[in-house]
């Protein structure tokens, strides 16, 4: 299994400083370009379509203050909750939830995927639903072994967890642990998605990302097989595999390979 790692540092927290995540700039920095996401966005339509309305309870584990999953899955969720590790993004996601006008606006997102999508909705009725199913935004932390607070851990239809694990897995043993634990929080017949960085042939992943004036490290040095194969350790059937660059003007020195990988629990896996 083709895993490195940029430290010598092993299964620990992580230390980078994020009480001072500033999460309105990431936003507005990462996601305010949503021209640039599109092929990304057209994705989640697929993915999520065949679902039925009102039927999955989501986690969003470390979701940071991005909002994106809810806006593609609201009217296919009865009960989502948002975990993070850090203060400062769930204080973002809850000022949107309660209509703080301080918030960043996802409006152009909603409007966007509501395109996507040929509905006819409102962009106002989209929103309403996604305050309507959010049940809670809680703290998370890979590195615990209960991983989120007991009455949150499901299991779950749906497990999102979208740039994290390059990020803050600082060995091959983390990575293989923090799959283990997150698939833990996933019901037979659910599903667990995960997006991450990942090496290829002719490119390494970047070592770093940066939001205002904090740099952040990107721990894991991975290849896709990899991913995939650890997913499928933990007794899961993978269902769709999506590769794309980054391709925005705030990650343009990047050109990151990201991996999207959908896998359906078939059973668990008793160690």
Same mark, same amino acid.
């Given at each position: ?52 309305? #009102? @039927? ?5 584990? &470390?979701?940071?203050?991005?909002? *994106?999953? $809810? ?5 296919? /969720? ?21 209509? #703080? @006008? ?5 409006? &152009?997102?909603?409007?966007?995927? *509501?395109? $996507? ?5 409102? /962009? ?29 851990? &499901? ?117």
């Amino acid at each position: 299994m083709a895993i490195n790692c940029s430290s010598e540092s092993q299964d620990e927290p992580p230390s980078d400083d994020y009480d001072r995540f500033d999460a309105k700039f990431y936003l507005e920095r990462y996601l305010g370009e949503i021209t640039a996401i599109s092929s990304v966005l057209e994705e989640y339509v697929r993915i999520f379509s065949p679902f039925p309305n #009102d @039927s999955l309870t989501v986690l969003n584990f &470390g979701g940071g203050p991005d909002l *994106l999953p $809810l806006i593609y899955q609201a009217h296919k /969720v009865r009960e989502y909750v948002h975990a993070d590790y850090a203060r400062s993004n769930l204080t973002e996601v809850e000022r949107w939830i309660k209509g #703080d @006008s301080t918030a960043f606006s996802w409006e &152009g997102h909603v409007r966007h995927c *509501l395109d $996507l999508e040929n509905s006819d909705e409102a /962009v106002e009725r989209r929103e309403k639903r996604m305050r309507d199913v959010f049940k809670a935004a809680i703290h998370c932390d890979i590195y615990d072994e209960q991983v989120v607070p007991y009455e949150y851990r &499901g299991p779950y239809d749906y497990v999102v967890c979208i740039d994290v694990l390059d990020c803050i897995c600082r060995s091959a043993e983390a990575f293989e642990t923090s799959v283990k634990r997150l698939s833990g929080l996933v019901k037979v017949g659910g599903y667990l998605h995960i997006e991450m960085s990942f090496d290829t042939e002719d490119t390494k992943c970047s070592s770093s990302y940066e939001v205002g004036n904090v740099v952040y490290l990107k721990w894991l040095s991975v290849n896709l097989s990899s991913i995939v194969e650890t997913v499928k350790a933990q007794g899961f059937s993978i269902t769709q595999v999506f590769q794309y660059v980054e391709d925005n003007e705030a990650t343009a020195k990047y050109k990151d390979h990201i991996a999207m990988v959908v896998a359906r629990k078939d059973a668990e896996r008793v160690n």
